[in-house]
């Protein structure tokens, strides 16, 4: 999981390096990434590379959508 407070700003390799190492030792692992989008773009090449190496894109906009999703037990 990693957030980010401005998506407007962020590279999306940035985002996604961080991933890459992890994947290819665990291949089961979730990926998430929150992002204010509270006044902020989220660019389209953001949400494609994230989507071309499956790592969700949580809007901070939408967190009661997604809260209990993230809840451990």
Known sequence: MKTVNN?????????TFRFIDVKDTCQDAEFFIIANDLGKNI???????????????????????????????
């Not at 090449?45 to 209990?68: F, G, H, M, P, R």
């Open 7 to 15: 998506p407007a700003n962020v590279h999306p390799n940035q985002l």
């Open 43 to 73: 660019k389209k090449t953001l949400l494609n590379s994230l989507s071309a190496y499956d790592i969700e894109l949580i809007k901070w906009s939408e967190k009661e959508q997604w809260v209990d999703k993230l809840k451990i037990v």
